[in-house]
């Protein structure tokens, strides 16, 4: 499993999500939404994305699912989510 699939932080039994999952999952999200009419380009951008991050689907979901079980670090990591959607949809509005 790649190191930066690790939680960090655990100070006082807290968990920090890594940054570079939540660009993973930022990642992921965009692609899900932007292919949405199209289930094969979604599954197909998916896994190149998660080959560009050397990680499989079982070491993500493994991950999401240990975030999922710590509802801080769970609300902090989809704060982190939203927060770097909407700079990238800010980035691309700004660009048109």
């Known amino acids: 499993m790649p ?6 932080g655990c100070r006082s039994g807290e968990f920090t999500p890594d940054a570079k999952f939540v660009d ?3 990642e992921l999200k965009l692609a899900t939404v932007g292919y949405a009419n199209d289930l094969e380009k979604v599954k197909e951008m998916r896994r190149v994305i998660l080959e560009q991050h ?6 993500f979901h493994k991950t999401a ?3 999922m079980t710590h ?7 989809q704060e982190d989510v939203v927060a770097k959607v909407e700079a990238f949809q800010a980035s691309h509005k700004d660009g048109k």
């Open 24 to 26: 993973l999952y930022v």
């Open 71 to 77: 509802p801080e670090a769970w609300r902090k990591f």
């Open 54 to 59: 050397h990680v499989t689907p079982a070491e």
């Open 3 to 8: 190191a930066y699939l690790a939680l960090t």
């Open 65 to 67: 699912e240990q975030l």
